[in-house]
């Protein structure tokens, strides 16, 4: 911590969610009255150049300076991004991925809000350490950046040296690492102040929970995409590998190698994990008993089922329905 405070540069680019950035900036700027007397943090926002007029949802955002005004931030923040197309492409902010460089080497602790990330991963600061973004662009990152560990169900991600690496994963997880960094420099108990004040939330069950299977439909094999669509339509066999490989007309060795290179996973894996958002959704909006859920769903046993559920999403079917079932209207404010 420096004499003066934290200096902490938020940094806006055309991608920018104004949600995150605003609320990171909130919680830092108002820090001194939610907390009084305590050494306040000095913020900002800055941006690559001048000509930054509005963020990804068009509403109008003004930066403070340009990245080559700042000297020596003590902290930089990434807010988070929306990609057009889910995709990323290398390059789009070459001056800016050289000055995180720049006062990385110079001491600042570097963080990402979601998909901030893809900006870190551009200084190829992170090539070999663990990252943390928002799980629907899982497949772009791990296609731009193979050498950085993805942890998708980690909530922040805290590393390297001096622990100058803080990321914190999808959507509104930028409420655990604005609540983080308060109570790195100013102290568990501001943190607890902020939390309460702003209503923030420490999501200590991980991020699991929130995750939906992302499947791979634009891989171009035919056969394999009559095959996903198959185990769709028929969850509840009984023997769903066996038969969408008679379906197929392949033999087992050539469908599972084709089947993997398309999806990225195994054929029993993938019906699991179709089985499973089947079994949520159910849990959301129904009230149909567990046992009910799991017999639907192509599971004999609810033991078993049970135990992939939690395996996979971090919960028990009970504790998933309680977390994310869907308030009738008559008790909303209740």
């Known amino acids: 911590m420096t004499m003066d405070g934290p200096k902490i540069s938020i940094v806006a680019l ?30 900002e926002i800055i941006a690559p150049s001048r000509d930054l007029v509005s963020s990804v949802s068009g509403l109008p955002l003004n930066a403070h300076r340009t990245i080559q005004e700042v000297e020596r931030p003590d902290i930089v923040i990434m807010p ?39 900006v870190l991963a551009e200084t190829g600061l992170l090539d070999g350490r663990e990252a943390t973004l928002h799980w629907s662009y899982e497949r772009t990152f791990r296609a731009n950046f193979p050498n950085v560990q993805l942890r998708l169900e980690r909530v922040l991600i805290v590393s390297g040296a001096d622990q100058r690496f803080v990321m914190s994963g999808a959507s509104a997880s930028w409420h655990d690492l ?12 501001a943190a607890q102040s902020v939390a309460k004040f702003f209503v923030l939330q420490w999501h200590d069950g991980g991020l699991a929970p929130y995750i939906v299977f992302q499947e791979a439909t634009d891989h171009g094999d ?106 009738l209207l008559r008790n909303l404010g209740q």
């Open 80 to 118: 988070s991004l929306i990609l057009a197309n889910d995709q990323w492409q290398k390059g789009r902010y070459p001056q800016l991925v050289e000055w995180l460089k720049t006062v990385y080497e110079q001491g600042a602790t570097l963080c990402s809000a979601c998909s901030g990330a893809f």
């Open 178 to 189: 604005a609540l983080y960094l308060v109570a790195r420099y100013a102290g568990p108990a």
């Open 222 to 327: 035919a056969a394999i995409l009559q095959a996903q669509k198959w185990m769709h339509e028929n969850l509840d066999s009984d023997n769903p590998v066996e038969e969408v490989i008679q379906q197929a007309g392949l033999s087992e060795r050539t469908f599972n190698r084709r089947f993997r290179k398309a999806t990225g996973h195994k054929p029993i894996v993938y019906m699991q994990n179709l089985r499973v958002e089947a079994a949520k959704k159910r849990l959301e909006i129904g009230d149909e008993a567990i046992d009910e859920i799991s017999y639907r769903i192509g599971y004999a046993d609810p033991a078993f089922f049970n135990r992939l559920f939690k395996r996979t999403t971090g919960l028990t079917p009970g504790a998933y329905r309680k977390k994310f079932r869907v308030p």
């Open 14 to 43: 055309p991608e920018t969610t104004q949600s995150t950035l605003t609320g990171l900036y909130d919680v830092f700027a108002l820090f001194d009255s939610v907390v009084p007397k305590s050494q306040p943090f000095e913020v």
